[in-house]
C-alpha cells in the first residue's frame, strides 16, 4: 500500500480496514538480468513461473 510520510502503510492507520491485509510483494521474484536468472521467476513481463506463484503463493500463506 501507500506509505505514510513516517514509512507505515496508510492502510494501516484507517480503523475501517482493520480487516484488510496488505502484502507486500515488491522484490519478491528476481529481476536479475546477468545469466538470464530472472526467467527462474518470471514467464514474462507480467506472468511469474510456476516457481515464481509457488513464491508468491507462500507470501500470501505467511500473512494469513
Do not use: C, M
Not at 501507500?2 to 507486500?24: E, Q, R, W
Not at 521474484?29 to 526467467?39: G, H, P
Amino acid at each position: 500500500g501507500a506509505l505514510a510520510a513516517t514509512g507505515v502503510p496508510v492502510i494501516d492507520a484507517l480503523p475501517a480496514l482493520a480487516h484488510v491485509h496488505v502484502v507486500d510483494l515488491r522484490n519478491s521474484l528476481s529481476t536479475d538480468l546477468v545469466s538470464d536468472r530472472y526467467k527462474v521467476w518470471w514467464g514474462n513481463e507480467l506472468h511469474p513461473t510456476q516457481q515464481g506463484f509457488t513464491k508468491v503463493a507462500g507470501l500470501f500463506d505467511a500473512q494469513l
